[in-house]
């Protein structure tokens, strides 16, 4: 069965303190690997697209790597408004569903 | 534009009653999902419809069903409601029929409790 797991489950920083947030995956025949952002009472909103080992994508602070078994998620220097649950998720070439990791609550303290 | 809309975003119901939740995807979008997510839980894929035809379905029992119409919004169902389907229900759209790149919409959601 695939399987999504994150880490930490909950991470404080200091604004402008760097750090990674971790997704190790099992998903038989990954075609694709997603991060979304989901502010509290809010849905999901999609970051990132990784498809091979080794791609690397950007957008503002945040970073997306890639590697045969997990993802990294790199925030750089974060503001308070970075705030939120930082979701990874899997989706195999078998079907349409992603298969969702529990979330890393960020929390960046001013 | 308007993104994804969901309603009701709140409600209470009782076990063993039924729940209707609808979803109007973003205008152009053919493909509709439906997650549950549990309190502190990531989301849990229950449905896919794609131009009105069932395309995936996840792991939950014959209680849940739903259906899309000729206008691509979706309707999900639940039957004989249990605590344990007190939860976000999130509705989704894309342009692609499958997941593609990955660039599901997500709707703000229905917030459901059973008591």
């Known amino acids: 069965e695939d399987q999504v797991t994150q880490s930490p489950e909950a991470l404080r920083l200091q604004e402008g303190e760097s750090s990674s947030l971790n997704c190790s995956y099992t998903?038989?025949?990954?075609?694709?690997l997603f991060w979304y952002r989901q502010d509290p009472g809010k849905g999901p909103e999609f970051l990132f697209t990784?498809?091979?080992a080794g791609e690397e994508k950007e957008k503002e602070r945040l970073k997306a790597t890639l590697t045969k078994k997990e993802s990294f998620l790199h925030i750089t220097a974060p503001k308070p408004e970075d705030s939120a649950t930082y979701l990874c998720?899997?989706?195999?070439?078998?079907?349409?569903?992603?298969?969702f990791g529990t979330g890393t609550r960020l929390t960046i303290i001013p | 534009d308007a993104g994804v809309t969901q309603s009701p975003t709140h409600l209470i119901k009782t076990r063993g009653q039924h729940v209707t939740l609808r979803c109007s995807p973003i205008?152009?979008?053919?493909?509709v999902s439906w997650y549950q997510q549990v309190l502190g839980q990531g989301p849990q894929f229950i449905f896919q419809?794609?131009?009105?035809?069932e395309r995936g379905r996840g792991n939950f029992p014959d209680r849940f069903s739903a259906r899309q119409f000729p206008n691509y919004s979706s309707e999900l169902n639940v039957n004989a409601l249990l605590l344990g389907d007190s939860a976000l229900y999130l509705c989704?759209?894309?342009?692609?029929w499958g997941v593609g790149t990955g660039e599901l919409f997500f709707g703000e959601g229905s917030r459901l409790t059973v008591l």
């Open positions: 998720a899997g989706v195999n070439f078998g079907n349409e569903k992603l298969t």
């Open positions: 989704a759209s894309s342009s692609l």
């Open positions: 419809y794609y131009e009105k035809e």
């Open positions: 205008s152009g979008h053919k493909s």
């Open positions: 998903v038989s025949g990954l075609r694709g």
């Open positions: 990784l498809y091979s």
